[in-house]
């Protein structure tokens, strides 16, 4: 030992190389182990993902073991105090954001792989896998940045005390978009609409908005609306305004009412079947569930009745409505069934212009 020490002592550019020369030797080393053992395993798994983490994880170990040996050999050359600081700090640097980049590869491989699993019955599902996949991301980059101040050696308190002061500062500049930023996060979690739903939104600009959603962002949504015209509506409005969501229920058909009166004494059992057959004989009503015909209320004018279909595509709402009501009103005139329209008899008591003459002075 004592000959070792008195070697590095008297030859420290030979031991520092020597040293990293070794380093990088182990590092291949440790990669033809991984290579020979873990990636061998993780190929007779059914699942993908160890074999994405094996991948994921090779060249941060290999880089470490090479730093690592970096770091020894700087110290055997004997650098001043100052350059060899700057050289580990650097080192260390580069280590934490190589593992850095790799834990952020990792935890989103895991997310992604669990929320899309079709057994999982978790809070980690599809439509909330942006938001852990966002919050692993600052959990990671946040530990990474404790780490390298940690390698400096610095003091964390002022740094957090003046991180306290700007933060309370762009939470006031950037209320609004913070306000949105965890809307967003909300709408991911909660899931109220996802892709390709119909929904209507009540309290904005345009009063009733009601569209596809294209898009779900951290910050808005983006909403197609049957005027072909795309609509970006920030998360904070849909989060404070009641939503409908047209495809939520239980199935993703969606129902039409048409309603149409006839007159007092028509026979509803007839009545009923031509609408039915309106219904049958229109391609964009759905076969399941069946049409129905039903008697709502005695109206003023007469029996008011209401046609109920389900459609398929939300998109053809309007078309199929006005094709109904076309149907309809033509089918009752062939079947001679009437539609009332409002009647009001007025009785006039007295006319005007013979009290205006009983009245009337003479001479005038």
């Not at 991948?55 to 055997?76: C, E, K, N, Q, Y």
């Not at 949105?180 to 009733?208: C, E, M, Q, V």
Request: net charge neutral; proline share 4%.
């Amino acid at each position: 030992m004592e000959s070792l020490d008195t070697f590095i002592e008297e030859q420290p550019l030979i031991a520092a190389v020597v040293v990293v020369a070794g380093s990088v030797v182990l590092a291949y080393l440790i990669e033809l182990l991984i290579r020979r053992t873990l990636v061998v395993l993780a190929r007779r798994t059914t699942t993908e993902l160890d074999d994405h983490v094996v991948d994921a994880l090779r060249r941060p170990i290999f880089l470490s073991v090479i730093f690592a040996g970096l770091g020894l050999g700087t110290h055997m050359f004997g650098l001043p105090d100052a350059a060899h600081f700057t050289a580990v700090g650097l080192l260390k640097t580069f280590a934490i954001v190589v593992w850095m980049l790799a834990l952020i590869r990792i935890g989103s491989l895991v997310v992604h792989t669990v929320g899309n699993h079709p057994r999982g019955r978790s809070i980690l599902q599809p439509r909330t896998i942006p938001v852990f996949d966002m919050l692993i991301k600052v959990v990671v980059v946040g530990a990474a940045i404790y780490f390298v101040f940690v390698a400096w050696r610095l003091d964390l308190t002022a740094w957090l005390a003046s991180a306290g002061i700007v933060g309370i500062a762009l939470g006031f500049a950037a209320k609004d978009t913070l306000g949105n930023l965890f809307s967003g996060i909300f709408i991911l979690a909660d899931g109220p609409y996802k892709l390709g739903d119909w929904i209507i939104i009540d309290g904005t600009i345009r009063g009733n908005l009601r569209g596809r959603v294209t898009h779900i962002g951290m910050r808005s949504t983006r909403i197609l609306t049957r005027d072909d015209v795309e609509i970006t509506v920030p998360n904070a409005m849909i989060a404070n305004a009641q939503l409908i969501n047209e495809m939520g229920g239980p199935y993703t058909k969606q129902r039409v009412r048409v309603a149409v009166s006839v007159a007092y004494g028509s026979d509803l059992d007839h009545v009923s079947e031509v609408m039915l057959e309106c219904a049958r004989s229109n391609s964009l009503v759905a076969e399941t569930p069946i049409p129905e015909a039903r008697l709502r209320r005695f109206g003023g004018s007469g029996l008011e009745l209401e046609l109920l279909v389900y459609l398929e595509d939300p998109a053809v709402r309007g078309r199929l409505i006005d094709e109904l009501s076309r149907a309809v009103y033509k089918a009752f005139g062939v079947a001679g069934i009437e539609i009332p329209y409002s009647k009001h008899d007025v009785y006039i008591k007295q006319m005007p212009g013979r009290d205006a003459e009983r009245y009337a002075e003479p001479g005038d």
